[in-house]
């Protein structure tokens, strides 16, 4: 049976598309699991991004954190992390704790990165008008700078939540749920149907997410800010020097 | 906690996977660097071209390393090529991006002083825009080496003949939990990619002395 015909067949069988082992359950698992710990990544990184983008102070320990982050194999963490979660749960600790705990760890980062930087890189002319009209620290970070910056902090979003989604696959590997559970148990079988089957799943997943930030992205540029846009065009700082020339 | 016999018993083993290792790695990003150089050259002289190289990258980028592996097992079998070629693919985007934006960086006045002195097209390419954009394709090459060796610990999943150091993280797992051979896989896997960055570092710095070595986000 050719490749096609085979994954064509899994795909269809009414059997994948129930119960507890059915592709529905295995993408709410897979889901539900990704949203988690993007949220956790979002209240470990968000904040901390835009303090130090707005005050300026902090950005090289989180350049070098951020940087180490992204270093890190996400096997590798997992691995790391199991004698911890086992601690804290001895079952969740063994599967899906772990993968969890790589997920936050890779998703910090990009969140970071480009929260400091896309408020940092904020025309300093904006922030001073709003100094000069009285506003207050909070109100310059909340009114001015996180609307103008908004795109570059969702492109961070972005890149994690697609990475995210793609180390939870990592999980199954760990007798963990989602879409992940295909591709394990589908090589250890050779069965290619299911291999295949979950490919596309999870394929469709991981697109599907950067097309939706990426939607989410552009609609949050400021309308003021949109080329073509009424109004003179403001805030788009010229783009920084690449070569450090 | 940790089986000092266990260790004691398997220094060739993890010598032999970390070489393993360091040569998945190096292999997928020669191969990489080779074919986005010349995607990069076609993209920058062609310039309709780049959207479309740039975009099935960024797809190619997006879908799981794992799915990646598996969906090859079907098409290539339990072979190197199984886990070189997703390798190489998620190089492709890194470093085409770094590359054209290397050569997009070279100053208008630049160029127009190298047509001025006579130089050709691929004189000008190889003289002074290549030269001008080594720090950026350094940068692309850091970040393509060393998300490239966390890959390769996945490769184990293929088989236990690749994964590097990776093969102790899947292995000591399926041994049930069995640490000692976890961390023996994770700990140098993740050195390994410090490693490399740092030596990328170096390298970045030596190629720019004028300046301290920026390295281009690769965010978007």
């Known amino acids: ?245 | 906690m940790i089986d000092w016999g266990w260790l004691a018993g398997h220094l060739d083993a993890i010598a032999y996977r970390t070489a393993q290792h360091v040569y998945l790695a190096a292999l997928g990003v020669a191969i990489g660097f080779a074919i986005s150089f010349v995607l990069a050259l076609v993209a920058a002289r062609h310039r309709a071209l780049y959207p479309p190289i740039s975009a099935l990258a960024g797809i190619l980028y997006t879908i799981p390393s794992l799915a990646l592996f598996a969906a090859l097992i079907s098409i290539t079998g339990f072979s190197v090529v199984t886990a070189e070629v997703p390798l190489v693919m998620y190089t492709l985007v890194i470093l085409v991006r770094n590359i054209v934006a290397g050569l997009d960086g070279v100053p208008g006045e630049v160029l127009e002083a190298a047509d001025g002195m006579g130089h050709t097209r691929r004189q000008r390419l190889w003289r002074v825009e290549l030269p001008l954009a080594v720090p950026l394709i350094v940068a692309g090459l850091r970040l393509a080496t060393v998300s490239t060796i966390g890959l390769v610990t996945i490769t184990g999943t293929i088989s236990d003949a690749f994964g590097g150091l990776g093969y102790f993280i899947l292995d000591g797992y399926h041994r049930g939990n069995f640490l000692t051979e976890m961390y023996a896989g994770a700990l140098p896997s993740i050195l390994l990619a410090l490693g490399a960055d740092l030596l990328f570092v170096r390298a970045q710095r030596r190629v720019t002395p004028w300046a301290h070595a920026r390295a281009l986000e690769a965010t978007s």
């Open chain 1, 1 to 245: 049976m050719n490749l096609v015909t085979a994954t064509a067949v899994w795909l269809t069988d009414p059997a994948q598309w129930a119960g507890q082992a059915g592709i529905p359950n295995r993408l709410l698992e897979h889901v539900l699991i990704a949203s988690i710990s993007l949220a956790i990544a979002l209240l470990l990184a968000l904040p901390a991004g835009l303090a130090i983008g707005h005050t300026g102070r902090g950005a090289a320990v989180a350049a070098s954190l951020a940087n180490l982050g992204r270093s890190l194999p996400s096997l590798a963490v997992i691995a790391i992390a199991i004698p911890v979660t086992v601690l804290v749960d001895p079952v969740l600790g063994g599967t899906v704790l772990p993968t969890l705990v790589a997920m936050v760890v890779l998703a910090v980062p990009p969140i970071l990165v480009n929260a400091y930087t896309g408020i940092a890189e904020v025309d300093r002319d904006l922030v001073e008008a709003g100094r000069g009209m009285g506003m207050r620290e909070r109100e310059i970070l909340t009114g001015i700078e996180l609307p103008v910056a908004l795109p570059v902090v969702l492109g961070g979003i972005r890149s994690a939540a697609v990475q995210i989604v793609a180390t939870a696959t990592l999980g199954a590997i760990f007798g963990g749920g989602g879409l992940g559970r295909f591709l394990v148990d589908g090589i250890a079988q050779r069965d290619d149907g299911q291999v295949f089957g979950g490919v596309l799943l999870v394929a469709a997943l991981a697109i599907a997410t950067e097309v939706a930030v990426g939607l989410l992205q552009r609609l949050a540029r400021s309308p003021g800010l949109r080329r073509g846009g009424r109004g003179p065009v403001v805030g788009i700082a010229p783009p920084p020097p690449v070569l450090g020339m």
